[in-house]
């Protein structure tokens, strides 16, 4: 592993990228779950991954930024143009590719000025460029100091455990992922072809018992599959609602339909007391 975590690329030390993407994926979580608190006083799971505190798509992001841009660093403003766009073509290709492998999307910008297919818009795309710049002239002195004066053996270890989690993590994921919407197929139309039914293999099983229903939906609650298997289900998404937060306007999901309860509004659920309502 050694003389893999030697490589470079594109003149960066793929043992600072590795531990910049765990980072960056890391505080991703927090940022999400901070902007969620904050808009709407609701603390709920924001991972990207089954049972990890990760959200890959900033670690990407912050990576391929990291690694592309650090030829120009001395032109701040062509960084910030550069991040605009590097930003947006992975938010872009990331709900791309959840929409087209599971028929569901995780945000929706289509109620936003200059958006594109609803997967990235002008608002949000200018808030990533302006994270990075944070990311670059601040945490990364920082992060990279930390990365090459640590234990470079311990480092190593620790980052191969750390992968190795995460593609299993993410394995399981996706596949949990495949088996929901195959399920919810299933369940509104009985009588279709057999190719839309969850065969009862030892893998599904597998995947049933490391991800029910409750964790999927908990763990994912803003990706509309989630919402189409609560209601084929009838199992509910289970949050905590900061009381008399009256939060930002939320825009409507992609059905039109779907968007937080009011805030005074209480709904028991099946496995919770918790505050309920559905996902943007």
């Not at 590719?97 to 949000?124: E, P």
């Not at 099983?205 to 989630?226: E, S, W």
């Amino acid at each position: 592993m050694e003389a893999f975590f030697s490589a470079t690329v594109l003149g960066s030390s793929l043992y600072v990228i590795l531990w910049l993407f765990f980072v960056y994926s890391f505080l991703g979580v927090l940022v999400e779950m901070a902007f969620c608190l904050v808009a709407e006083g609701v603390l709920e799971s924001r991972l990207g991954v089954l049972y990890l505190p990760l959200r890959p798509l900033y670690g990407v992001g912050g990576v391929a930024c990291a690694v592309v841009l650090s030829p120009v660093l001395q032109q701040p403003m062509l960084v910030l143009l550069l991040a605009i766009v590097i930003t947006s073509l992975v938010e872009y290709v990331a709900g791309f590719v959840m929409d087209k492998a599971f028929a569901t999307t995780s945000w929706d910008y289509r109620d936003k000025l200059g958006n594109l297919h609803g997967r990235i818009c002008l608002q949000y795309s200018c808030c990533w460029g302006l994270l990075v710049l944070v990311m670059l002239y601040v945490l990364n002195p920082v992060l990279s100091q930390l990365a090459i004066g640590s234990n470079r053996r311990v480092g190593e270890l620790v980052l191969t455990g750390l992968i190795i989690a995460t593609l299993l993590s993410t394995v399981l994921t996706l596949a949990a992922f495949a088996r929901a919407r195959k399920r919810v197929d299933a369940l509104r139309h009985p009588a279709g072809t057999a190719e839309a039914s969850v065969a009862d293999t030892g893998w599904n099983r597998l995947v049933a018992r490391l991800a029910p229903d409750p964790v999927m939906i908990n763990t994912f609650p803003r990706a509309t599959l989630m919402e189409d298997l609560m209601e084929v289900t009838g199992k509910h998404r289970a949050w905590i609602r900061l009381p008399g937060h009256r939060g930002w306007s939320v825009p409507a999901g992609p059905q039109g339909q779907r968007g937080l309860a009011p805030a005074r509004v209480r709904v028991r659920s099946s496995h919770s007391v918790l505050d309920q309502g559905g996902d943007h």
